[in-house]
């Protein structure tokens, strides 16, 4: 029977690159999303409920990428590259609308009723756009590549982030305006927002004009073999019910790490910039041009996370056992977040951003190389990994609704939270040894 062949670096690097564009996208929304609201006039203890949303978005989109895909097939379109460019066309148009809810005249209220839908199609185009990437390495890889095709992902999307994050600090550099009036965002995240959907949609170009899909036929027969593998000579379609079984037990012991890790970060997006601008340039006023300047300098600092993200990314497969891999890069990650509210200095506050990115950088390879082995052989891997996207979105929504009351019973310091999301990440390291990582038991 024949079995998915190995792939060539530039293969494995087309089938994920444009993802380098989607995490632009990306970045630029997780940066700059709290910066937007606060500047149209949110308190402190509302922004974490602006961030319900992009999850919530997710939490339905992705599941239905993955059920409605794995049914898909359109000749040369193959079936997850058709919502990829459904997804990312979408984006292109939101990207250009969001950045300006407050320069329409409208009202405080009005101008945030228009972020918030906004942002949900920002969020549900770009997570249409981001689900194929994961899909098309379930399907075209085979289990001994799959690691490091993660790891290209993974780079790829480090990468995507470092040049979304330090758009704002760079168009302000070359003298777009970081100010704005009242209520207004300023012009630097707008032309941020504007060249980043530019560079999204030709990257997706450049992946659907390079990376064709397995026909289905050959997708059934690289599952028979991989299905007749694990359960001996005889030929199978799909998988044993013993291999299901242990695919979600691998399923939902790595979601309950997920748990504590997206909610982690949750809390860095959504407090970072309060933080900062709080403890480095002591303004808690969004319309000061030090709150702004803030703004610019949190995207340095996320990039300088994605930069530790790329180069720990190099070093996770060199692991021999992935868990402690796993385990070390949050627990590291941890002490990162724990370091932030005690450091005064701009500057000194690369060490621990730098360390925050060998946890992402694991959370972005480590879960998906694990489930998707456990799922190799189904002929519903784009449906699982749509669901499993759930693991991702639940932890977000589940932090976001409680972080005002959480900031209020932390004396309504930002900072505290960036405490909180450092034990987070530690316990999150503690369930990694939990996960039963053997493809059959």
Same mark, same amino acid.
């Given at each position: 029977?024949?079995?998915?062949?190995?792939?060539?670096?530039?293969?494995?690097?087309?089938?994920?690159?444009?993802?380098?564009?989607?995490?632009?996208?990306?970045?630029?929304?997780?940066?700059?999303?709290?910066?937007?609201?606060?500047?149209?006039?949110?308190?402190?203890?509302?922004?974490?409920?602006?961030?319900?949303?992009?999850?919530?978005?997710?939490?339905?989109? %992705?599941?239905? +990428?993955?059920?409605?895909?794995?049914? @898909?097939?359109?000749?040369?379109?193959?079936?997850?590259?058709?919502?990829?460019?459904?997804?990312?066309?979408?984006?292109?148009?939101?990207?250009?609308?969001?950045?300006?809810? =407050?320069?329409?005249?409208?009202?405080?209220?009005?101008?945030?009723?228009?972020?918030?839908?906004?942002?949900?199609?920002?969020? @549900?185009?770009?997570?249409?756009?981001?689900?194929?990437?994961?899909?098309?390495?379930?399907?075209?890889?085979?289990?001994? %590549?799959?690691?490091?095709?993660?790891?290209?992902?993974?780079?790829?999307?480090?990468?995507?982030?470092? +040049?979304?994050?330090?758009?704002?600090?760079?168009?302000?550099?070359?003298?777009?305006?970081?100010?704005?009036?009242?209520?207004?965002?300023?012009?630097?995240?707008?032309?941020?927002?504007?060249?980043?959907?530019?560079?999204?949609?030709?990257?997706?170009?450049?992946?659907?004009?390079?990376?064709?899909?397995?026909?289905?036929?050959?997708?059934?027969?690289?599952?028979?073999?991989?299905?007749?593998?694990?359960?001996?000579?005889?030929?199978?379609?799909?998988?044993?019910?013993?291999?299901?079984?242990?695919?979600?037990? +691998?399923?939902?012991?790595?979601?309950?790490?997920?748990?504590?890790?997206?909610?982690?970060?949750?809390?860095?997006? #959504?407090? #970072?910039? =309060?933080?900062?601008?709080? @403890?480095?340039?002591? @303004?808690?006023?969004?319309?000061?041009?030090?709150? %702004?300047?803030?703004?610019?300098?949190?995207?340095?600092?996320?990039?300088?996370?994605?930069?530790?993200?790329?180069?720990?990314?190099?070093?996770?497969?060199?692991?021999?056992?992935?868990?402690?891999?796993?385990?070390?890069?949050?627990?590291?990650?941890?002490?990162?977040?724990?370091?932030?509210?005690?450091?005064?200095?701009?500057?000194?506050?690369?060490?621990?951003?730098?360390?925050?990115?060998?946890?992402?950088?694991?959370?972005?390879?480590?879960?998906?190389?694990?489930?998707?082995? &456990?799922?190799?052989?189904?002929?519903?891997?784009?449906?699982?990994?749509?669901?499993?996207?759930?693991?991702?979105?639940?932890?977000?929504?589940?932090?976001?609704?409680?972080?005002?009351?959480?900031?209020? &019973?932390?004396?309504?310091?930002?900072?505290?939270?960036?405490?909180?999301?450092?034990?987070?990440?530690?316990?999150?390291? +503690?369930?990694?040894?939990?996960?039963?990582?053997?493809?059959?038991?």
């Amino acid at each position: 029977m024949k079995t998915k062949p190995d792939l060539k670096f530039n293969q494995l690097w087309n089938i994920s690159f444009g993802f380098f564009g989607v995490q632009i996208a990306y970045a630029l929304q997780s940066a700059n999303i709290s910066r937007i609201f606060a500047t149209l006039g949110a308190d402190p203890h509302n922004l974490s409920y602006f961030w319900i949303l992009p999850p919530l978005m997710g939490m339905v989109v %992705q599941p239905l +990428v993955g059920y409605f895909s794995d049914k @898909t097939w359109l000749g040369r379109w193959g079936r997850r590259i058709p919502y990829l460019l459904i997804g990312a066309a979408a984006a292109v148009i939101v990207m250009c609308l969001l950045p300006n809810a =407050g320069s329409f005249g409208l009202t405080i209220a009005g101008a945030m009723i228009f972020g918030l839908i906004a942002l949900m199609f920002l969020d @549900t185009s770009i997570n249409m756009a981001m689900q194929p990437f994961k899909m098309m390495v379930g399907d075209m890889v085979n289990e001994k %590549q799959k690691a490091k095709a993660y790891s290209i992902q993974s780079f790829l999307c480090n990468a995507g982030s470092l +040049v979304g994050y330090i758009f704002p600090f760079l168009f302000t550099a070359i003298g777009i305006a970081n100010v704005a009036p009242e209520g207004v965002v300023p012009d630097s995240v707008k032309w941020s927002f504007y060249v980043g959907a530019a560079i999204l949609i030709l990257c997706v170009i450049y992946t659907i004009s390079h990376v064709k899909e397995y026909t289905p036929a050959e997708m059934a027969e690289f599952n028979a073999a991989a299905n007749a593998e694990g359960q001996g000579e005889q030929a199978a379609t799909e998988m044993s019910p013993a291999q299901k079984k242990h695919a979600y037990k +691998v399923f939902f012991e790595v979601g309950l790490v997920q748990f504590f890790c997206w909610a982690a970060f949750m809390y860095m997006w #959504t407090y #970072t910039n =309060g933080t900062i601008a709080d @403890t480095v340039w002591n @303004t808690t006023d969004t319309a000061s041009e030090g709150y %702004q300047t803030a703004g610019n300098w949190v995207g340095i600092l996320f990039a300088v996370q994605a930069i530790g993200s790329v180069l720990w990314a190099v070093v996770l497969p060199q692991f021999k056992n992935i868990k402690v891999a796993y385990a070390l890069s949050l627990v590291i990650g941890g002490i990162g977040f724990a370091m932030v509210p005690y450091i005064h200095n701009q500057y000194m506050l690369f060490v621990p951003y730098f360390l925050i990115g060998f946890a992402w950088a694991a959370m972005l390879a480590m879960p998906f190389t694990m489930v998707t082995n &456990a799922f190799e052989g189904s002929s519903r891997m784009g449906t699982a990994l749509g669901l499993f996207n759930c693991t991702i979105c639940i932890p977000q929504i589940v932090a976001a609704a409680l972080g005002g009351v959480l900031l209020a &019973a932390m004396g309504s310091v930002q900072g505290n939270m960036l405490l909180l999301a450092g034990i987070l990440l530690v316990v999150g390291a +503690v369930c990694v040894f939990i996960i039963e990582d053997k493809k059959h038991k």
